[in-house]
């Protein structure tokens, strides 16, 4: 283009005959990617042929045709969004500057996937002669990127199903249930347990990314007031808390509106930032959840006094499998997925997480979220769930029961011994119990015994969950194998959903 010799404002038509124009138009000719001109009346000044193609326009007929109307084969939210770009552009070209994102999209046309990149023509006084907008066909990168993610996927999948058994007969076998075992055979089974804890927490996560990245996790949305949201957080992680001796401390603003989201969703975000808080800070810490109300916006704050995060690291631990060099974290057992995961799910929910921390004193995680407005239809849906107790010594069994039963739609708590089930089952409200009968403090008999001696929590039925027999409604249950038992959910979900049911 021979910007030179065109009258200011304007950009010269490809049709008119310039010396330079020839040699620029072959150049742009033989170019793959797609390149497309308007000036500032929106008129098409030039194209290339791999535009035409991609647009499936003929070249000669689109010069000087308003470029909107170029976008007829494209997806509606694909010229959705493309025309957002433009429209933006148009209103502040110089914004491309500092916010190169914005102009940059990926739409479908028919089976072709199309990343359209615009940026305003911009003379070097800085005068505005329109949008240049260059489209490259990435379907086979999409296609490549979709068949990894299927991949993880699958192989995650199958994954899951041995280490499920593996970790079931191991869990037995430390439970002496196959016979005594002496000291040195408890360590080694104890070091295969960990191992296959930490695996099926790597297998999880992958699992949970993969879906998430190819689109196949659908928020479940619904009006979430925080409130409920950070204590279900707290409750799950409060074990790990005390068994470390760590101070938690809760601040809820109980005038903060309510967000649109998936509330397992946004248990699972606060969870994940409260666990990381649990797990970088030393034993005697503290650690503090509150939660505010901006202009327009809730805000979640989970600070810790544990061993901080350097500058370096803060701009990486939100990328998949970074996990910090500090000697501290080497020790703690974990993926470096965790963070990544819950960053694109507070994205999902158009929210922003980050981070600030002092290297020694501690880090406090910040997310925000749009307040939901319309609060007018929230009174049926914010109807209390039905809140399930699982007791369960085995901490990954526990959160294992506890996950499936919240993406049931249930409310679950965690107790990992008697006495923290008899003490949680009298400060909260609950509407049923599981109840393992192997607990490392009490029997299993004497947490119901007391259960039911107390008038407070007499009436809340118990589903008793025997090692050696598949989790049956009420007390009994046969004695059936025990890999049926241990990890048959769905059945275990069941019986639950039916004594709730009666
Ligand atoms: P993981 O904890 O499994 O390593 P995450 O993605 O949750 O994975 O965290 C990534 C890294 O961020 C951690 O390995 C650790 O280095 C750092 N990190 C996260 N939370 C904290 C925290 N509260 N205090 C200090 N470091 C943290």
């Known amino acids: 283009m021979d910007l030179a010799s065109s009258p200011p404002g304007t950009l010269p038509a490809d049709h ?34 791999a535009a035409a193609q991609f647009l499936q326009i003929e070249r000669r007929t689109a010069v000087g045709r308003p470029v909107r109307t170029l976008f007829d084969s494209f997806s509606a939210r694909g010229r959705l969004t493309l025309e957002g770009a433009m429209d933006r552009l148009f209103a502040d070209p110089y914004s491309a500057q500092y916010a190169e994102g914005i102009t940059e999209t990926i739409v479908e046309i028919g089976a072709r996937v199309i990343q359209a990149h615009l940026s305003p023509v911009l003379t070097e006084v800085g005068e505005f002669l329109g949008l240049v907008t260059v489209l490259r066909d990435v379907t086979r990168e999409v296609e490549s990127e979709r068949a990894k993610t299927d991949f993880v996927s699958n192989v995650s999948h199958e994954l899951r199903t041995p280490l499920t058994a593996i970790k079931g007969y191991t869990d037995l076998v430390i439970r002496q249930a196959a016979g005594p075992l002496n000291e040195q055979q408890m360590n080694f089974l104890q070091v ?16 949970d990314i993969s879906r998430i990245e190819s689109g196949r996790v659908k928020l479940d949305t619904q009006t979430v007031f925080l409130q409920g949201t950070i204590e279900t957080a707290v409750e799950m992680v409060r074990p790990y808390c005390d068994q470390r001796r760590q101070q938690m401390v809760v601040e809820l603003d109980p005038e903060a509106g309510p967000v649109l989201g998936d509330e397992n969703r946004l248990v699972q975000v606060v969870g994940n930032l409260l666990s990381n808080a649990s797990r970088y800070t030393p034993e005697d810490g503290r650690i503090k959840v509150s939660l505010s109300q901006l202009e327009g916006f809730v805000r979640v704050d989970v600070s810790d006094t544990g061993i901080g995060i350097s500058p370096e690291d803060q701009a990486k631990i939100f990328q998949r499998f970074y996990r910090s060099e500090h000697p501290a974290v080497q020790l703690v057992a974990g993926t470096g997925l965790g963070l990544s995961i819950t960053k694109m799910l507070v994205e999902m929910h158009a929210g922003r997480v980050w981070v600030e921390s002092e290297p020694g004193h501690g880090s406090t995680f910040t997310v925000v979220l749009p307040v939901h407005a319309g609060t007018a239809e929230v009174g049926p849906q914010i109807s209390p769930r039905q809140r399930v107790l699982v007791v369960e010594d085995n901490r990954e069994i ?56 107390d008038p407070e929590t007499a009436s809340v039925p118990v589903i008793v969950v025997s090692v050696m027999s598949p989790p049956a409604p009420g007390q009994g249950g046969s004695a059936g194998g025990y890999g049926e038992r241990s990890f048959a959910l769905e059945k275990f979900v069941e019986s639950v959903r039916e004594a709730l049911a009666r």
């Open 16 to 49: 008119r005959p310039s010396p330079a124009a020839a040699v620029e138009r072959a150049v742009l000719a033989s170019i793959v990617d797609g390149v497309l001109v308007n000036d500032v009346t929106e008129r098409v000044t030039l194209l290339n042929e």
């Open 192 to 207: 295969v347990q960990t191992n296959a804890d930490r695996l099926t927490t790597l297998i999880n996560e992958l699992l």
């Open 398 to 453: 526990a959160e294992q029961i506890a996950l499936q039963l919240r993406g049931e739609g249930f409310d679950a708590l965690v107790a990992l011994t008697g006495a923290q089930a008899l003490a949680l089952a009298r400060a909260e409200r609950v509407d049923l119990v599981t109840l393992d009968m192997l607990l490392p403090d009490l029997t299993g008999m004497e947490v119901l015994r007391q259960l039911k001696a």
